[in-house]
């Protein structure tokens, strides 16, 4: 168990938390305003990578171009999917939300399946992006460096975005309460286009650099990391955008961590272990590590 | 009331659609997941089959009719697999079908043909015990895991001199469970009880592999070859953060290696001493393996996503040629004609079903991957 | 100054899913006037206010504020005519501090010079206020909150006010202040509709009230008639 | 009125008609169409069960497919015979290795230890409510999935126990539904049934009025496992070969589907739920591999069932949110009544 060992998996911990924070801002966003689990934030993740995919070969544009176009795109759909399957259901229970963004998940999916093919492909990455630097026994490619960078910058200007910016503050209003905030003048149906455009841009930025990373990308691709940023949303304290992100990193590290340090049998339980750590933080700290606990009106 | 008529007028409406398919062709069935995660397996095989199916009826078709293939989608779901081959059975009537390349579909599937008495020939599964345990109408179109994984573990200790090797399995799939303890239990037998220096686990779908990858680097006794048993998502990827953590040791797999993604998702770590055992080579210049690859592209504007492909191909070949030395589209006659196939030229190989096995008898070719395509190396006849 | 009314509701149905809250109500608030609704819990008045703003779409009726009908308006529109609402409850934003409050207050409306102005004369009537500015609004005393909540609401610098049960849960000193502030905001011209469930409080700064039950209509009149009206002294003065 | 002693009448004449029909189609229905009623018999007791947790106790869990993977592995375990299982499960314990008890008792085992494990993730997660709550039984889902993949020795994994005995025949399911119908609906009309929906409609209301919340939502939990554990069970000797991969996200999700559609807080609305989104799939099969309508040839477009039925399953959430059925319960006495089919009135959502 040598100390580089341990140094190595932290990187990998951290570049695989950067992702999940960045996808668990999406979650915590939409939750905060709008009391809504959406399932499908995940498989906008991939509707980003395959975005991006084409531009970049299709279209012959550099990546960060096929970036910026890809989170333009993303938001698009994110504020589709509002508009078309959320907003008629505003108000009623909690459950019923959920429920259509998993159906919403079903639909991504499958679409994605009937229009490129379940074949998994090759993204292209840069040459210069992935070649790796050598500490001795630690290896970090640059394309590591490049999410572990590029998720705090953005995590960073959306943090400036949303304490200076006029439609940032409306949003942290609606967070607060909705019904209140439309008395101050606030449109809470453009507030809540943002919020989804925002966050599914992010997941965008995420897909990009989850396919980055692996060099693979495939229709069902998004779902399963959509639901450990969930918990990472959850660890981190639902409904706060700092906790959100908090949480994406320590989830990434846990994760990786303790596959890492467990013995090589225990590395087939890494799934069980995020939601280990979910059931064990709904129960004992339910409103996360920077959340603020819900009271309830008596 | 009029609220609820509607739901059901739409229902009689689709049963409609039932009764409007019959045709008099001879109907071969296919059930594949063709949705859900074995969805990247599974198409391919379809593509071969209905491709073979439609060179077949281009050349005249089989004793004067035409292959209809009734293809079902099993939706990576045991129970609509088995809807699917009810259906095919009793409301498609068919006289043989084809599916899967997972073993946890056929055996689903499998036993509902047998007690049919409807001949099922699965194109991708391996696992060598299925046809003993379903029943005599029970075939296999590819050779079983236990001899690709012999032939692997002879070719590590004979060709590349390997005394001691790692292996990492998938502990999601049945295919790479299997194949990792055969080559294991070969492995011991050459080399001795403690030649596996560790074995690792990960998932399929699994995308990040720094865990395995850093313990591997850490092992005090370095492995002289590494058997990475995965399936074609993970391999590409698998081998890639091995070769980025700077480990050169050489990697052997199965038939799971045998896809344009292992070259693609490798990249350069690829090139490195890759080598993987399979049906046949795609890339062999066989005038057999070079037409089927040819018409593959123009058929479905790509190149063979992997070994399946061309396995459903054969497939359906096999049941053809069986049709024709039956003369006759009976099912148990067709099932007694597959029994007593020998030596049947197919892309990935010669065909032969010994006496009381419907395990095909079939060469296993061994390819390396030298800058960015497979060469062929060797074929082992066990 | 001519008697033209500023709020007026012309017979006003309002639904909870089926259960009728308020049945054609109408009355009118006349410009400069401070008109005060009455009646007891549930009879009507808070989803009266939630109509007038918007949040809740009455069934049948209008609602005409300066000849714009609202009903055909978003709730958010609405502040930008010139008509705040204080919510029931207070409604003031508890995480975030006074400041950020009173910011949102004027979110809709004005530019960074009017808010400076806007918050120096929110200061000048609750001194406390411009205290406590950084505080998070959570850790405010209920009379403070109450305080923030006007506050708020004048930022987006309207011509009428609806008020919500400004005295409900708060000690009789922090009602009295309140209420002269109310009483300043009349004398500056500021139109107000006062709902309130202490009538005598009410009746102390109204010049006119509407006295509802189970959402219709029982009486109205100025202050002076109710006074000494006999039905009104021992349902809501305590006789 | 129709009094109570008719009306048990009733029942009685309509299960003798009813086991003479699945006589009569069991003789004569082809292998297919009875698969697709045994499938929709196991929806049903799935489906009801389902909803005394979701519909009837507002415990809105996504962990149901976790217990009939529990029913499913226990009951297979037990029913294998001796020799099968030597090579099968070499690992397997002394006592457990050469036990085989019959169907019956290893079904009602397979509930049993659904329920226990039910009892065990119960008691801890039910203190959480609405979203936390449902994540919180996904979650159980993929620990279930994850530990049966994981513990070789027990259930071989991910190789799946394959050529299980197949038991499972149409009068195994029609004892399970009329069981399951039973059971739930005598748990709905007791005075603990009416604490349930109590704990539905207002937890801090019923809590106010004595109901001691965790009981209530235990009992609810554990029995609405015992059932999802049958259903299990019988799927998997109905199918004869179960991996952990057989009860997944989807599998949960369908049933959700099947629940929310019929009506979540209606036994018959399970029913009729489950009637239907076994039926829909099967027809909507001839769809998706191209056929040829009106002259157009369809190419085949594989996906498409599931992407109509989640479009279905919007429709249904945004113009009936409580279901076809809402909270319309079958019975004799609104037979009499015409319209079976009132415009649900219900606001409490």
């Known amino acids: 168990m040598s100390l580089a060992y341990l140094i190595q998996n932290t990187i990998d911990g951290l570049s695989l938390g950067s992702i999940y924070a960045l996808i668990a801002i999406g979650f915590s966003l939409t939750f905060s305003i709008l009391r809504l689990i959406n399932f499908a934030h995940g498989d906008i993740l991939m509707i980003g990578a395959y975005c991006a995919l084409f531009i970049v070969i299709g279209m012959q544009l550099p990546l960060w171009a096929a970036l910026i176009l890809a989170m333009g795109f993303a938001a698009l759909v994110g504020i589709f999917i509002e508009r078309l399957a959320y907003r008629p259901l505003r108000g009623s229970n909690d459950v019923a939300a959920l429920i259509t963004s998993l159906a919403v998940s079903i639909i991504i999916q499958n679409t994605g399946i009937m229009t490129v093919t379940a074949q998994p492909r090759k993204f292209e990455v840069p040459e210069v992006l992935s070649n790796i630097h050598n500490f001795g026994n630690i290896s970090i490619s640059n394309m590591t460096l490049l999410i572990i960078s590029l998720s705090l910058v953005l995590m960073i200007a959306f943090s400036l975005f949303v304490t200076h910016t006029k439609i940032g503050v409306a949003m942290r209003a609606c967070s607060e309460n909705i019904g209140v905030a439309q008395l101050m003048g606030i449109d809470i149906n453009r507030v809540i286009s943002t919020t989804f455009a925002l966050g599914s841009a992010m997941a965008a930025v995420s897909g990009i650099m989850l396919a980055g990373q692996y060099g693979r990308i495939e229709p069902l691709m998004g779902f399963v990391p959509g639901l450990k940023a969930f918990v990472a949303a959850v660890i981190g304290g639902i409904g706060s955008v700092s906790g959100a992100a908090l949480g994406g990193y320590v989830l990434g590290l846990s994760e990786i961590l303790l596959v890492a340090l467990l013995p090589p049998a225990y590395s087939g339980y890494r799934d069980a272990f995020v939601f280990i750590i979910l059931i064990l933080v709904l129960l004992f700290k339910p409103s996360g590590i920077l959340g603020q606990a819900e009271g309830r009106k008596v | 009331m009029k609220k609820f008529l509607v739901p059901f007028m739409l229902i009689a409406l689709l049963f409609a659609f039932n009764a409007f398919a019959e045709t008099p062709p001879i109907k071969i069935g296919a059930i594949f997941n063709l949705t859900g995660d074995q969805s990247s397996l599974d198409a391919p095989s379809l593509n071969g089959l209905n491709l073979a199916a439609k060179e077949i009826n281009a050349a005249g078709g089989v004793l004067g009719r035409k292959i209809q293939v009734v293809s079902l989608d099993g939706k990576t779901d045991q129970a609509v697999s088995t809807n699917a081959a009810l259906k095919l059975i009793n409301v498609e009537k068919v006289v043989a079908i084809a599916g899967f390349s997972d073993s946890n579909y056929a055996l689903a599937a499998g036993p509902i043909a047998q007690k049919a008495k409807i001949p099922f020939i699965t194109t991708g599964a391996t696992l060598p015990t299925m046809p003993d345990q379903v029943g005599d109408y029970f075939f296999m179109t590819p050779y079983g895991d236990n001899t690709q994984a012999y032939v692997g573990a002879e070719f590590a200790s004979k060709d590349l001199k390997a005394k001691t090797a790692y292996v990492l399995k998938d502990a999601a799939m049945d295919f790479t469970i299997n194949l990792a303890a055969y080559f294991e239990e070969r492995f011991k037998k050459i080399n001795g009880k403690d030649a596996i220096v560790l074995e690792d686990t990960f998932k399929t779908g699994d995308q990040d592999f720094s865990a395995q990858v850093n313990r591997l680097k850490a092992l005090t006794k370095k492995p002289d070859l590494l058997y990475i048993s995965s399936g074609p998502s993970e391999c590409g990827i698998i081998v890639k953060q091995i070769r980025a953590a700077g480990i050169n040791t050489p990697v052997i797999s199965g038939d799971g290696f045998d896809t344009p993604l292992l070259i693609e998702l490798g990249g350069k770590g690829a090139n490195i001493d890759t080598y993987f055992t399979t049906h046949a080579s795609l890339t062999s210049e066989e005038p057999k393996v070079k037409k089927f690859v040819q018409a593959y592209k123009s058929q479905f504007k790509t190149a063979p996503e992997n070994a399946f492909a061309a396995l459903g191909y054969d497939t359906m070949y096999l049941i053809a040629d069986a049709i024709k030395r039956a003369k006759s589209a009976n099912p148990s006659a067709i099932r007694i004609a597959l029994a007593k196939t020998k030596d049947f030229k197919a892309v990935t190989g010669t065909i032969t079903y010994p006496a009381n096995s419907r395990v095909p008898l079939k060469s296993v070719a061994v390819l390396k991957v030298v800058d960015g395509q497979f060469k062929f190396v060797k074929s082992v006849t066990p | ?239 | 009125m129709m009094n109570t002693k008719t009306a048990k009448l009733y029942t009685i004449v309509f299960l003798v008609f009813g086991t003479g029909v699945l006589y009569l189609l069991n003789r004569f229905l082809s292998p297919y169409h009875m698969q697709i009623i045994n499938l929709i018999g196991i929806n049903i007791i799935l489906v009801v069960s389902l909803n005394l947790s979701n519909g009837f106790c507002g415990i809105f869990s996504l962990g149901h497919a976790g217990f009939m993977a529990v029913g499913a592995y226990v009951t297979a375990i037990l029913t294998i015979p001796a020799a099968k299982k030597f090579i099968l499960l070499p690992q397997l314990p002394g006592w457990l290795a050469s036990l085989q008890l019959p169907f019956l008792f290893a079904l009602l085992l397979g509930g049993l230890v659904a329920s226990i494990c039910a009892l065990v993730i119960g008691y801890p997660v039910l203190r959480l409510r609405g979203h936390y709550l449902s994540v919180a039984t996904l979650g159980f889902l993929v620990i279930i999935q994850v530990f049966i993949t994981q513990m070789d020795g027990l259930t071989r994994g991910a190789r799946g126990l394959n050529g299980l005995e197949s038991f499972t025949n149409v009068w195994w399911i029609w004892f399970g539904v009329i069981l399951t119908i039973y059971i739930v609906a005598k748990v709905i009309h007791s005075a603990y049934g009416r604490g349930m929906i109590a704990v539905k409609e207002d937890e801090l209301a019923a809590e106010c009025l004595g109901v001691n919340l965790t009981s209530h939502k235990l009992l609810a939990f554990c029995l609405s496992a015992f059932f999802a554990g049958i259903g299990g069970a019988l799927w998997g000797h109905l199918i004869t070969v179960i991996t952990p991969g057989s009860f997944s996200y989807s599998q949960t999700f369908n049933l959700v589907v099947m629940s929310v559609v019929g009506g979540m807080s209606s036994i018959t609305g399970g029913v009729v739920g489950a009637l239907l989104m076994t039926l829909i799939p099967e027809l909507l099969r001839n769809l998706e591999s191209g056929i040829t309508l009106w002259g157009i040839n369809l190419p085949p477009l594989y996906g498409l069932s599931q992407i109509i039925l989640a479009i279905a399953l919007i429709l249904v959430i945004l113009f009936r949110p409580n279901g076809l059925l809402g909270r319309l319960e079958f019975s004799w006495t609104r037979l009499q009544i015409k319209s079976l089919f009132r415009k649900g009135g219900d606001t409490t959502h």
């Open chain 3, 1 to 239: 100054m001519l008697e033209q009314t500023v709020l007026e509701l012309k017979d006003l149905d309002l639904f909870y899913g089926n259960i009728q809250a308020v049945k054609n109500l109408s009355l009118e608030v006349k410009q400069g006037e401070l008109v005060a609704l009455l009646g007891a819990n549930g009879a009507g008045k808070t989803s009266t206010l939630r109509g007038i703003s918007g949040m809740l779409k009455p069934r049948k009726g209008q609602i005409f504020f300066h000849s714009h009908d609202l009903t055909k308006v978003g709730p958010h529109q609405i502040v930008s005519l010139g008509l705040a609402h204080c919510p029931e409850g207070r409604g003031i934003f508890a995480r975030i501090s006074v400041l950020e409050n009173l910011k949102i207050g004027a979110y809709c409306c004005a530019d960074k010079k009017q808010i400076q102005q806007d918050l120096e004369w929110v200061y000048s009537l609750f001194p406390i206020l411009a205290e406590r500015k950084n505080q998070v609004a959570g850790t405010l005393s209920g009379g403070e909150q109450q305080m923030l909540a006007i506050g708020r609401a004048l930022m987006s610098r309207p011509t009428m006010l609806l008020f919500d049960e400004p005295s409900l849960g708060l000690a009789p000193l922090i009602i009295e202040t309140i209420y002269k502030v109310i009483a300043a905001l009349k004398k500056e011209g500021k139109t107000i509709l006062l709902v309130e469930q202490n009538a005598y409080a009410a009746l102390e700064v109204a010049d006119r009230a509407y006295v509802l039950e189970t959402g219709a209509l029982k009486l109205s009149g100025t202050t002076m008639e109710l006074l000494q009206n006999e039905a009104v002294k021992n349902a809501y003065l305590g006789g």
